[in-house]
């Protein structure tokens, strides 16, 4: 399977299902689109997006999402736990170049999408189990039989 390496908590974010748009300022992922890929959690911490996420995330309401300082240590201590491991799988369905100011897309984005290309994720599975893996710039290849999701009795993977 393909992989792509995001920093954290990008990574953790979209395993939680909170991020569904992944930016680039380059076109470099389209072989993936209509792919599933491997969401790799790199080592390094984007402290800046930890803030703008946690403010993000009390904003979004149409999921209902509250967060209290018992959720947020469990989020930090889950994206620790995710560090340098493969936190999930996506299937990029499609990718478009933002133009302007989308308050929608950078919700979905966590972040400012204007003037980048934006990669929309779908059918996002956490694994089990997080495989340890080196990641890498750009595509990688991860074993399939390395990526295990949970048992959904609705959708059996």
Not at 31 to 54: F, P
Request: some cysteine.
């Amino acid at each position: 399977m393909k992989a792509i390496t995001l920093w954290q908590p990008y990574a953790t974010w979209i395993a939680m299902g909170w991020k569904t748009i992944e930016t680039r300022d380059h076109e470099r992922f389209r072989s993936l689109v209509g792919k599933r890929t491997a969401i790799h959690a790199g080592m390094y911490v984007d402290r800046e997006a930890l803030k703008m996420g946690a403010f993000l995330a009390r904003m979004r309401t149409r999921d209902h999402l509250c967060l209290n300082m018992l959720a947020l240590q469990n989020f930090l201590t889950l994206m620790m736990l995710h560090r340098g491991k493969i936190a999930c799988t996506a299937v990029i369905e499609h990718m478009v170049r933002a133009v302007g100011q989308r308050g929608d897309w950078s919700q979905l984005a966590m972040c400012d999408v204007a003037g980048k290309v934006c990669y929309f994720l779908k059918d996002i599975q956490p694994l089990a189990n997080p495989v340890q893996v080196k990641g890498g710039r750009g595509i990688f290849n991860v074993p399939d039989e390395m990526i295990i999701h949970p048992v959904n009795p609705v959708n059996p993977v």
